[in-house]
């Protein structure tokens, strides 16, 4: 999610059975619904109940009242420089996020219609394919051509180079 789709989260977005969260009027004014991880679900479940409401806002501070921007960014630069990584930015952790769904199989359409993006080109700049990855694409890929020996689309194909 984008900084701001979060911070305008209210509870009645969250559907913790079918561990899923509703983002409204993210970019283009489309509405979309982000799946939520296992871990997230069960923080959220045991966390929610503990946290003063003042209102539907579902991102808080301990005090009860919404978080701004700068606030986020300040709380991910101190978890970042805590961890020993330098320049993490809310923008960085979502670049984060769709590379690590590319690289663990997720289809790059996949990754562009749970980013939110309009375009695949925009996809392509926040996600990167791993060289790794893309090796064990390609050999998994040429191990499937190969092993089909000489039927008719192997001989196509042959025939084609």
Known sequence: MRLGEALDLEVQDLDLEARRVRVREGTGRRDRVVSLSAPAVSALTRDLPTVPHASADLVLSRAGRPLGDAAVWARIRALGQAAGVTGVSPHRLRHTYATQLLNHGMSLTGVRALMGHVRLATTLVSARLADSTL?????????????RGTDARGTELANSM
């Not at 090796?135 to 092993?147: F, K, L, V």
């Open 135 to 147: 090796e064990r694409q390609y050999r998994a890929a040429m191990e499937q051509i190969t092993s």
